[in-house]
């Protein structure tokens, strides 16, 4: 094994596997202890507690990214994306809600005329470092400097396949809000986004903006961005109504109880933007299967499921179009609406479905 294979490996497993070594570490991100349920000792957690990641287990992770024989994991071919450019987004409607894959769970949206972005990382690699680390398989359909004035960006936590510090420095000056979780505004701050923009959010809070209520949910996850900050800020999901149309975006989440509480509270979702990648049987309980991810859909009672957290970067250890493939045979078997835009296809959330399987080119 190579030098840049074993660092690969190593931040992989530190990045991903959610390494945490030294427990007594305060809180870094909050500032103060807020006062809720789900925070304790510094640190948040789930509900519902997930397997502990120990030594053993990182050691067993680290073992099989050196013996396992993965096939697929990228693309031969780089993945044909659509361009999009401002003067396509201007020309868009304001009277509705338009919504623009970016690459794995980016998202741009038009919610009336205003532009929203989810988790945007724009960066070449979901890494702390810009020389190693996965790398995105294709170009993304639009760059931030082009990108018109942004009213909101919303992260859903702060591991590095979702929260891009080089993206966040360059959106600072041209975006309105950032609603972020707990914690999380203080790394914006550090990276020199003004404090008036940002609003943190807990589990369950809401805040009705001018054209739609947002609210933040749970997910089954944790977070971090090095050794000594695991859970030390919060993770969630977020829920977007408009008068008309109702979002769900999932950020990352092991399968639990929270969606059938997310469903009957703001359900039925014209539109669930799930994550359906990067799962595997060592972290079974903080990233879905395809199939969980279909039942999450259900239990929001969503009406089209759209996959995200796929097809830009090798997380795991499954070949690269295998959430695609999983989340088409479990849809087809439970029924479910599945729609598969891609990178850079512009579509709103009730229109019919796109079943175009561009992953097979
Ligand atoms: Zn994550
Ligand atoms: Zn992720």
Known sequence: MTFIKWVVVIIAIIVFGGCSVNKQIVAQGVNEAPNVDNYENGRFHNHQQVEPNSFKKTLGI?????????TNITPKKPIAIKSVTAKMLNSLANNTVHVIKLGHSSVLLKVHGEYWLLDPVFSERASPFSFVGPKRFSKLPISISELPPIDKVLISHNHYDHLDKSAIKKLSAKTKQFYVPLGVDSDLVKWGVNENKISTFNWWQELQTEHALVAFTPTQHFSGRGLSDANNTLWGSWVIKTSQQSV????????FAGFKEIGNKYGPFDLTLIETGAYDKDWADIHMTPEQSVQAHIDLQGKTLVPIHNGTFDLAFHAWVDPFERVTAASNINNVTLSTPEFGQIFTPTDAAITHKWWKK
């Open 248 to 255: 769900y975006f999932s950020g990352d989440s092991g399968y």
């Open 62 to 70: 680290l073992g099989r990214y050196i013996t396992e024989k993965r």
